[in-house]
Each structure stands twice: as C-alpha cells, then as structure tokens.
C-alpha cells in the first residue's frame, strides 16, 4: 500500500544530541516537504525537495538540514537538539503542484 | 495578519448538526486544500480545490475565487469528525503551501 512513513513517532532527548527525523514514502513521488508544527499553531515549512539532489530552505528558518540521496527518502538532522527545537515535525509528499498532498503521522520531538 | 484565516477557532456542535468552517484568504491561488488533522497529530488531505465545489461522503467543499473564500460543510456531523481542520492555499507563483490555524471541531453525541 502506497503510504508515507516517519519515525520516530515520539522522540524525547537530551540538549546537544545530534538526531536524524526519517521519512519514506513508497509512491515515487518527487516532491517532498518538512513541516513544523507548535501546538495549537499552524504548519510552517522548514525544507523541501523537487527530487534527487535537490533542497531548499523553506519559510521558517531551521538549524536543521535535509538530504535527498533516493526519491523515497528523506531524513532531517539537527546537528545539537536545543529546546526550543521542541515541536511536532511533518513530512508530506506530492506528485505535483497540482496533485494532493500525502502526510506522515509526523514526529514529536521533546528536547530536555 | 495571515494570509489565511479560518473561522470560527474553535466550534462544538451536537451529533447530526451541520457543520460549516470557512476560510479567507488574501493573496492570489492557483489551489486550496483542505485538510483534517486528528489528536494524535497525523494529516489527511480531504480536498484540492482550484475552483467550483467539490463532494466526498458527508463532506462539502466550496470555493468562490472573486471573493477569496471558501467553505468546508459536514453534514450529519458524528463524534469521529472531531479534529482539526485546516484550511491552505498556494498561490499563483509558488509551490508552497500557506497555512491557516486551524478549526478545532468537537461533535458531542
């Protein structure tokens, strides 16, 4: 079944921690997008690929970097987790700009 | 001020009720998405809009592009449809998404 895969789904660690946020999805799709996500807030995006080496930086500054070596794969990394790195973190995927969007069940990341 | 605003924030309503969320927006769009979103943080995209009115069970979307507005409707509302939902656009230039905050809907049986 053609789905669209994060984990950890909850993540709790320690400030400074390096931490990779995996998302795959199975449907070749060749746009993918990292959200985030406060509670009770709306999404922003972070990071975004039209494919196969290819990122850019979305509309809220990150510290964190995204690569996309495989169409399928798409990690995010936060090279020293900080709390105000606390936040929900939601990848989606689409065949298209005129195509719907796929979303993962997204990652909970708690930094302590 | 968002580009995007939903209204109302927040909404209860009793099993069986018409539901109605809207949205306003001010830039111009090449589509708009309406999308659920549950608790447990997970996203499912319910519909694309770009013009016209579109229908998938109990749910009803519309979009009236002159007036920059569109309107999600539930009919018969039950308790799953509790979440959140969101409305997005993206506009004319761009493939990126501008969100609105969200209509956190509650449906009491």
């Known amino acids: 079944e053609a789905d669209i895969y994060q984990t950890p789904r909850y993540l709790v660690i320690g400030t400074g921690k390096k931490i990779t946020l995996e998302c795959s999805q199975t449907?070749?799709?060749?746009?993918m997008y990292w959200y985030q996500q406060d509670p009770g807030m709306e999404l922003h995006l972070i990071h975004y690929?039209?494919?196969?080496?290819?990122?850019e930086k979305g509309d809220l500054s990150s510290e964190s970097t995204v690569s996309r070596i495989r169409t399928e794969h798409f990690p995010l990394t936060l090279e020293s987790a900080r709390p105000s790195h606390t936040s929900q973190y939601l990848c989606?995927?689409?065949?298209?700009?005129?195509?719907?969007?796929?979303f993962g069940s997204g990652t909970r990341l708690t930094v302590v | 001020k968002n580009e995007v605003e939903q209204s109302p924030q927040n909404l209860t309503a009793q099993e069986g009720e018409f539901i109605t969320i809207n949205c306003s927006y001010s830039?111009?769009?090449?589509?708009l998405h309406w999308l659920q979103q549950h608790p447990g943080g997970g996203i499912v995209s319910l519909f694309m809009?770009?013009?016209g009115k579109k229908k998938h069970g109990r749910l009803i979307a519309t979009i009236n592009i002159q007036e920059k507005h569109s309107s999600l409707h539930i009919t018969a509302s039950h308790p799953r449809d509790s979440a959140v939902y969101i409305c997005?656009?993206?506009?004319?230039?761009?493939?990126?998404?501008?969100f609105g905050k969200g209509t956190k809907l509650t449906v009491n049986p």
């Open positions: 989606a995927s689409s065949w298209a700009t005129w195509d719907g969007y796929t």
């Open positions: 449907m070749g799709h060749d746009k």
């Open positions: 690929s039209y494919g196969v080496n290819s990122t």
């Open positions: 830039v111009g769009i090449s589509a």
């Open positions: 809009l770009s013009s």
């Open positions: 997005a656009v993206r506009s004319g230039g761009s493939e990126k998404l501008v």
